[in-house]
């Protein structure tokens, strides 16, 4: 059990490559050959969803063209990742660049490493002879507020004895559009290579393949269908398909434990469902149901307040006298104003509802953070309908 | 006489310490099978040794025990493996900026390998010496457990801490595990959506205890062990007090009580504090009295204490307001108030007629008592300022109620506006 858990871990990477990657993967490295023939610069852009499988596609991108380089003849590109996060500052991204194309040369602090670079590029003597290759990853977080950092990093690429080849790795579909117009008016906007969200049959395909390394069917089909199924229609995320398998295959450990008969089952339908519930649920009724009496009392007159018509706030005062309408109604003595305010607090503080502020306690905005569903479905377990139809 | 004191304060002694151990409190739960920290338990320990990455986020109201169950899953894990875990703590609201979080991740990484801390090093420095530690203690098979309290702040702005420890245990060579604790139930929901790709979706949920729960926790908490230096006798004789108290109807009630505004656990440990030091000290047994005792010093109102001292014309004065106030006047100064005032001595003509001086200086005393309050900052004459109340209709009535020397008018007064 343990060798399927570290198989469908997110962080193995199978060895036999990526599968439904291919068509994107051919197109990358189709461009850093021509690139590496051709000696000369380019720029490229990764984009897609959390959980695609970018940066895995692009590090084997990478490997594959170090080692055609090698086949062929050719010098091998140097590469070079970079993970925008750990940048303390947006200008630094040049600076380490320039470590890497002159590593036994200190830094100089005379002129900027922007500046020293784009002389480097300008003037066929000073040029470096192997290509680079410089992978950008979350490149959202170089957009500053006059996007300079952005345009003169893909500027670099421009130059005429120019030995960048750039490829950033972002979110955003339009980033290139939208943060770098100046590059269009120049004629070298940059090739766009879009990851899609996986489909059911691709989740359900890659897991399949990492399995292959376990010799006996793990999963039953069916299981692995629901799971597929659900994960693409919610967002498509890799990392989310593989840690609801690995919570399926703990809760089938749990059972075997419980019952103690060692023989080797399939994780069925039902771990699945379980694991998936656990994925997607909400806790929101199941405390809602927990609440003390007279919280619950608070979200009713909220919800009522809001189902009525069709704002989307309301202020202090006017919750207290719904509330107290609703303490009349069920003959349970309201509290004061002040036990109400904390209460409302604490509510807030939970993330059940949002409250403003405002000099005058009575005059506080509240609104309301959860789905009025929730509530609706909570309450219809009681006795009384606290909910008046409208 | 002497004896028994002694014998009643050592109990009291005794019960006072346990209640206020947090590891004692919450060490029943090591026995009860599905709650939340056996599943922590089984997350964290099958984590440490398969030697894989896993991240949980355990949620609920404040003072429900999850911040202990974490402490009691952490010494257990400490004693089964004790070489294999270095545990980092972290809370939301000292460390949410990332440079000093980072920081404070590589001095306790230092203190914990005996490494010297240089306070010199940059941001940049400590996020390496964490990714090198995490490589390091991943080589020797050691976990690193990073424990962020009040989870949620951290969620705040770039949230790049969070999606640096994320993105670190991605790679097969680091061993860490994150535990958020948090009190906001859609805590995951605040992430970023790079972040909450890379946090899996395992969550916890610590709800407040059921009546029979704490019930339960009461028993343990309160029930004297056989095996302590105090008399036998004595022993059996408060146990068996305590049992007839547990099965009383008024204990439900007053239960019941308790847990109508709060039921969390810390709630429960501030009550049953104050049962123990109501103890009778000659009999050294507890009673239902301390019970109610507890309770009542637990829900006091002191607003009602000072209602009861006042007059017959501040209470006047009072009721002219709350009729104001019910006749949705947005605002109301004392001269508005005394046409209130006339115009019910008007209609009812009652002996408590007095001159506009006299009214003024009641006026005056109940903003003394902060019954009263002005509802702007500064201004006109102290006559025409609006002024607001600050006590509940309900404490209003039901001080009239309790007064013995109210006038029935005035109960009519009130009872009026209510039910109209």
């Known amino acids: ?390 | 006489m002497a004896a028994a004191a002694s014998v009643a304060s050592q109990a009291q002694a005794l019960l006072r310490g346990r209640i206020c151990d947090q590891g004692f409190v919450h060490s029943a739960l090591r026995s009860s099978p599905d709650t939340n920290y056996s599943k922590l338990k089984y997350l964290v320990g099958s984590s440490v040794s398969e030697a894989c990455n896993n991240s949980v986020l355990l949620l609920g109201p404040r003072g429900c025990g999850k911040a202990a169950v974490v402490e009691m899953v952490l010494d257990d894990l400490k004693k089964e493996h004790p070489d294999a875990i270095s545990v980092i703590r972290l809370n939301g609201m000292l460390h949410s900026d990332d440079n000093c979080a980072m920081k404070e991740i590589a001095r306790q990484l230092c203190l914990e390998h005996q490494l010297s801390f240089s306070k010199m090093a940059s941001s940049d420095d400590n996020t390496e010496f964490m990714i090198d530690m995490l490589r390091e203690c991943g080589l020797a098979h050691k976990t690193i457990i990073f424990v962020l309290e009040e989870f949620d702040l951290f969620a705040q702005g770039k949230q790049r801490l969070l999606y640096s420890l994320l993105d670190a245990m991605q790679s097969l060579t680091s061993q860490a595990i994150v535990i958020g604790v948090s009190c906001r139930l859609d805590a995951d929901q605040l992430l970023e959506k790079r972040v909450r790709s890379r946090f899996s979706h395992r969550k916890l949920i610590f709800l407040p205890s059921s009546v029979d729960s704490l019930q339960r926790l009461m028993e343990h908490l309160l029930m004297l062990p056989k095996d302590s230096h105090l008399p036998t006798k004595y022993v059996m004789e408060y146990n068996a007090r305590v049992t007839s108290i547990f099965s009383d109807k008024k204990f439900k009630g007053i239960l019941n009580s308790l847990t109508d505004s709060d039921a969390t656990t810390s709630h429960i440990l501030r009550f049953l504090f104050r049962v123990v030091s109501y103890m009778d000290m000659d009999s050294g047994l507890l009673s239902m009295q301390s019970f109610m005792n507890a309770l009542s010093s637990m829900q006091r109102q002191p607003k009602m204490d000072s209602l009861q001292d006042l007059s017959i014309l501040e209470l006047y004065i009072l009721v002219c307001m709350h009729r104001l106030e019910d006749k949705e006047h947005s605002s109301y100064n004392f001269t508005t108030i005394m046409k209130e005032y006339k115009s019910v001595q008007d209609a009812y003509r009652t002996s408590d007629n007095y001159s506009h001086n006299i009214c003024f200086r009641a006026f005056e005393h109940l903003l003394d008592r902060e019954l009263i309050s002005f509802a702007d900052k500064k201004g006109k004459a102290l006559e025409y300022r609006p002024v607001k109340l600050l006590i509940s209709s309900q404490e209003l009535a039901q001080s009239l109620k309790l007064n013995t020397i109210c006038p029935a008018v005035l109960q009519k007064l009130l009872d009026r506006e209510r039910y109209m």
């Open chain 1, 1 to 390: 059990m343990q060798a399927v858990k570290e198989a469908l871990h997110v962080a193995t990477v199978p060895s036999s490559g990526l599968i439904c990657r291919d068509d994107e993967q051919s197109r990358v490295l189709e461009f850093c050959k021509a690139c590496v023939e051709q000696e000369r610069a380019g720029g490229l852009y990764v984009c897609g969803c959390p959980g695609t499988g970018k940066t895995l596609a692009i590090n084997m991108v990478k490997e594959s063209v170090k080692r055609w380089a090698n086949d062929m003849g050719m010098e091998t590109p140097d590469a070079l990742s970079i993970n925008c996060t750990s940048l303390a500052n947006t200008h630094e991204i040049f600076s380490k660049i320039l470590a890497t194309l002159q590593p036994r040369k200190k830094a100089t602090g005379k002129l900027p490493p922007l500046q020293q670079l784009q002389t480097m590029f300008s003037h066929k003597e000073s040029a470096p002879r192997r290509m680079l290759l410089v992978v950008v990853d979350e490149m959202d977080y170089l957009i500053t507020r006059d996007r300079a950092v952005l345009h003169d990093l893909f500027l670099l690429t421009t130059y005429q004895f120019s030995r960048c080849i750039l490829i950033g790795i972002a979110n955003a579909i339009d980033l290139a559009y939208r943060f770098l117009p100046k590059l269009e008016s120049l004629n070298c906007k940059p090739l766009v290579v879009t990851f899609r969200a996986y489909s059911k049959d691709q989740i359900s395909d890659i897991i399949k393949h990492r399995l292959k390394v376990i010799e006996y069917d793990v999963f039953e089909p069916m299981a692995l269908e629901f799971c597929a199924r659900k994960v693409a229609a919610a967002s498509g995320d890799m990392r989310k398909a593989l840690g609801v398998c690995r919570s399926a295959v703990e809760v089938f450990e749990a059972r075997l434990h419980e019952s103690s008969d060692q023989e080797f089952g399939v994780v069925t339908f039902d771990h699945m469902d379980i694991a998936l519930s656990k994925a997607f649920k909400s806790a929101v009724v199941d405390s809602i149901l927990c609440l003390p009496q007279h919280q619950q009392m608070v979200l009713c007159a909220l919800a009522n307040t809001f189902h009525h018509c069709k704002k989307k706030a309301t202020t202090l005062g006017e919750l207290n006298k719904s509330y107290i309408e609703i303490c009349r109604s069920t003959q349970v003595p309201a509290v004061g104003m002040l036990e109400f305010s904390n209460m409302c607090m604490v509510l807030s503080d939970q993330g059940f509802m949002k409250l403003g502020q405002s000099k005058e306690d009575k005059l506080r905005i509240v609104m309301l953070k959860i789905d009025i569903s929730d509530i609706n479905f909570a309450f219809k377990a009681f006795d009384f309908y606290w909910i008046k139809p409208s």
